[in-house]
Structures are given as C-alpha cells and as structure tokens.
C-alpha cells in the first residue's frame, strides 16, 4: 500500500511537472521575471495581482507588416508570453504572418500547441501531415482571405505564398508558449551536427547530399 501511494504521488508529481498549460487557478497571472513574493505555476512567476496594470494585458503593432526579405521568404510576429506577459498560465497566444511572393513559412512543428490560422491578405497553399499511424497523409487546401484552417496539435505543417502579391495570416495558437522547431533546421542545421551516418540512413542518400544540405543550413545562422 505504501509502495503504490509512493507511485501515486511521483506520478501525480511527473505529470504536473510535464502539464500543458494548466486550468486557470487565479483570475490572473502575469508573468514577472523579479520573483519577488511570486508563485511558481507551471510557466512563469506571476507578479501580485494588485500591482498589475493595464500594459501587461496590452501588445501592439501586430497590424504592421515586417520585413520578409530572407531566405524563404517569410516572417513570423509571435505574441506570446514573452511579448505579452499577461498570457502567462491562459494558454492561448497569437502570431501574425508576412509572406513575400512564392515566400513560404517552412514544415514545423509546435510542440506545445494547436494552431488555427485565419488568412488575411493573399493566397496561401497551407498544409498537414498526419503521423505515421495515420499513413503520414497530407491534408492541404488554399486559403484567400476570410478562410480559416487548422494544424492540429503537433503536426508537421507549413503555408506557402502563391498569390502574386505579398500575404498576411493571423493565427492563434493553444498555449502560452507554443514553441517551434523547423524541422528542416532541426535535423540539418543542429549544433553540433547530426552524425551523417544518421541522416545517410534516415533519407536513403549519400553523404554527399547530407553535407550539401548541412551546408545549407549553417551558411543561414
Ligand atoms: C490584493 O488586494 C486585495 C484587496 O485589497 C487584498 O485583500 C489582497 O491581500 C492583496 N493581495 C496581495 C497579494 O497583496
Ligand atoms: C535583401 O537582403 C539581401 C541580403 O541581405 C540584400 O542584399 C538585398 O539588397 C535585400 N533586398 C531588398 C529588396 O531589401
């Protein structure tokens, strides 16, 4: 009996330790870096409610448009809650999108969230794929402004501009601190680099083509 309540515990202990974004507890927690009379809840400290003011709440200039000139044509404005910290412990934080012509936001993956994505300017071919359990289908459409599609927790996805002008997409996503990993700079460009006997065998290439692409990726950062 003591020995399953001992595994009760540390199960209990591992499992909010690893939690997504928990339930609200409080009306508000905005996050406060001094820790200072704060509380740890699973994200960031959270200054005293009663000296919180209105700016915490606020974040602005989502409606300008950033420089899209880099290599795939493509940036991200991410309010989270580093940039907002009043989203601290609320699960939910936005990104604005520009895309250049042909400007595309490379296959990620949000380790921490679902994304819905709403197109505001623009034509964007925007796609999923789905795991390995479900045949790895691409599930893709074309978005023009006003239309609203979803990635799904954790899939691998990506939006690529194919109007003839630039493009804007808003999306929202379920945590307050989705994180990203791309995944192509994830398994090319890591530091240090995958050992190429791991790639070679993972894409069925040569070394060759694994040192071309590595090279891709660290001529970027
Ligand atoms: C915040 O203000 C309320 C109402 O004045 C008070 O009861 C509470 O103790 C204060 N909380 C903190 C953490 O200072
Ligand atoms: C885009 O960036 C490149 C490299 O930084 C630069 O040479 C080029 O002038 C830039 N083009 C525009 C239109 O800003």
């Known amino acids: 009996m003591k020995l399953f309540v001992a595994l009760l515990v540390s199960a209990l ?13 409080q009306d508000i927690c905005v996050a406060v870096d001094e820790p200072k009379n704060a509380v740890f809840v699973n994200g960031k400290f959270c200054k005293n409610p009663n000296l919180t003011v209105a700016d915490d709440f606020l974040f602005r200039g989502i409606n300008i448009p950033r420089d899209t000139n880099n290599s795939v044509g493509s940036i991200v404005t991410m309010v989270a809650v580093d940039q907002l910290p009043g989203l601290n412990t609320l699960g939910i934080s936005l990104a604005r999108i520009d895309y250049a012509p042909s400007g595309l936001n ?3 993956i ?3 969230a679902t994304e819905v994505i709403m197109c ?10 789905l795991s390995n359990q479900l045949g790895n289908r691409l599930v893709t459409r074309i978005l023009k402004p006003g ?8 899939m691998i996805h990506f939006q690529l501009n194919i109007g003839k002008t630039a493009a804007v997409a808003i999306s929202s996503l379920s945590s307050q601190n989705p994180g990203v990993i791309t ?3 994830a398994v090319f460009g890591s530091k240090p ?10 894409f069925q290439v040569d070394k060759k083509t694994i040192d071309y692409l590595e090279s891709q990726f660290i001529s970027i950062k």
């Open 183 to 185: 995944i192509a700079n």
């Open 147 to 154: 239309d609203v599609f979803v990635f799904p927790f954790a």
């Open 13 to 25: 202990a591992i499992s909010s330790s690893f939690a997504f974004d928990p339930s609200q507890l």
């Open 110 to 112: 949000h380790p921490r």
């Open 193 to 202: 680099l995958i050992d190429p006997k791991v790639l070679t065998k993972a």
């Open 120 to 129: 505001v300017q623009g034509e964007l071919y925007v796609g999923f794929v």
């Open 106 to 108: 490379p296959p990620h």
